[in-house]
């Protein structure tokens, strides 16, 4: 439920073989990267689907100040390749970039992990302000997968807490994406315009309960996601004055075609295929028409308010007919914001708004569970979430900026990651409240020190039952209570630079009764660099600084190891963090 967008590209997949709305960003160059727009909850009509919790907007430059050739190596077989670069051409600049990436890692069984990447990017602005912009980028990657490990063979010593079960497991993506946009001063306002076109696939194979429900050959099982997709966008920007009251206006038109030409699920023992679970060709379209207007109603206060009409058609051939069909449904959203300030350097604020995320097309047609051949019921296409946030924002003290809030959210379908089926599933109604806090202070002329901490609720809002009718609970699994990132940046102007970072995950409950809870996770980074000259800089990263033994994730589910009974054990299954890690990095501008 995070809507995220790269250079106008949308990352997020519908009606993925993984699960709904995977955002892959491995196409994503970091050091290309100019800036990154971050907008909290359902409250903004330019986005869409996926935009309930909010939005991430990362945004490539159009020059850079200097060309780079860079490598890295560390511990665990990393390798990292970077060449980046910006040219005049024409009468614009081409941006360009190219990585490769590989690496074994620290668990027992070797990732092989390797990654090529490739952006070329033209911009050019006309005196006027217009300009435009044209993007090729691509990415391609294969790994060997240590999936998560069931608690009970590290504890009887079957294996090492980062050791593995199954060999095969993992699998390769890639995608190649066109993009291109268009802005220019039309009449009183600024026209814009967007298109995109990408090309993706995903295979992947994994076996999370290993031999419980095939004991011969094994659980193993491959999602597979083949697709193309279109799309566009049309806006127009526009500021005027009305009954004296100055306006800034937005209107625009989204529009997106998925063409996924296979998506499934099969049986597989060592990734070869054995048996079709479910697989389907899907049509799946949306478009979308909003608008949001801004009004300076006082000197000390401002009223946005916003709405968005979204459309969403499935069409699905799947290899099961009773799961073939279509589906359709809309969605009025609207949105509302009022600020009050600044009074002393400090503002407060109001939003309310109504989002939504779509759910898988296959599940809208879906009568019959390809696993179980149970009768099931369709979901709706368009599950809306409604939300409130309360704050303020505050450079009342010296050198300080603070940002603290409360919030409440209420989604009519959770989408909750299922870890013995490597997917997510439509749940029930949720209800989310919580509080946030950030806090950005300069103690001293060089040093940076941020922190942003957040505690959160998270409950169905009806009892969930389990496969016999009995009530378990509310708890949401997974989802996390408490959050904390705590950092210190520093950048002399003799050259060094440094930074040292906190991150905290709070412990999580496992199932809907929350009976067991995960552990907390803690992990801090530290890096370091120093410019050599005006052209080299060495640089240096630890992560995981005190080699902690947490985990990345926990799931709570029944597999079944060999010799033990046919009916498994329901148990904890985790991935540890990897242990301390270091490397270094020489860079030469040119």
Known sequence: ?????????????????????????????????????????????????????GAADIRYKDKLEENVIATTGGAFGYGRLLGIGSAPLGSGELVYGAEYVHYDG?????????????????????????????????????????????????????????????PTDGGYSHRINFSGGFDRHIGPGTLTLAAYAFRYRLELFSNFTYLLDDPVNGD??????????????????????????????????????????????????????????????VQEWSGALYAQSSAHLTPWARL?????????????????????????????????ALIFGPFDKTEFFVNVGQGFHSNDARGATQTIDPRSGDAVDPVTPLAAARG??????????????????VFRLRSDSELVYVGDAGTTEPFGATERYGGELAIYARPIKHLLVDADLAYTQARFQQQQLDENGAEIGTHVPQAVQGVAAIG??????????????????????????ATIYSQATTIVNLGAGYRISKKLKVSGQITNLFDSKDHDIDYLYT?????????????????PIEPINVRVTLSYAY
């Open 1 to 53: 439920d995070v809507a995220i967008t790269i250079d106008g590209l949308p990352v997020n997949t519908p009606t993925h073989a993984h699960g709904q709305g995977y955002a892959d960003n491995g196409f994503m160059i970091p050091e290309l990267v100019d800036s990154i727009e971050y907008r909290k909850g359902p409250y903004y009509a330019q986005y869409g689907d996926f935009a309930v919790a």
């Open 106 to 166: 620290p668990y027992d069984l070797g990732q092989h992990y390797n990654k090529g990447n490739l952006v070329l990017r033209y911009s050019a602005r006309d005196t006027d302000g217009g300009g435009y912009h044209l993007a090729a980028t691509g990415y391609s990657t294969r790994n060997l997968s240590p999936d998560q490990v069931p608690q009970r063979a590290v504890d009887q010593g079957l294996i090492d807490r980062l050791g593995f079960i199954d």
């Open 220 to 281: 193993q099982f491959n999602q597979s996601d083949k697709r193309n997709v279109y799309g566009g966008s049309a806006s127009y920007k526009l500021s005027n004055e009305v009954l004296g009251l100055k306006l800034d206006n937005e209107v625009g038109l989204q529009t997106r075609y998925d063409d996924i030409d296979d998506v499934g699920l099969y049986l597989t023992r060592a990734r070869e295929r054995l048996e079709t679970t479910t697989v389907s060709d």
């Open 304 to 336: 946005t308010l916003g709405a968005r009409f979204d459309s969403i058609n499935f069409d699905v051939a799947n290899n099961n007919a009773a799961n073939t069909g279509r589906a359709s449904d809309i969605l009025f959203s609207p949105k509302a």
């Open 388 to 405: 409130i946030d309360l704050g303020l924002r505050s450079a009342l003290i010296s050198k300080v900026q603070i940002a603290a809030s």
């Open 488 to 513: 210190m940046t520093y950048d002399s102007p003799q050259g060094w630079e440094a930074a040292l970072r906190v991150r905290y995950f709070g412990k999580r409950p496992l199932d809907e009764g």
């Open 559 to 575: 597999s079944r190891l060999g010799g033990e009974a046919a009916e498994g054990v329901n148990d904890i299954h985790f991935h």
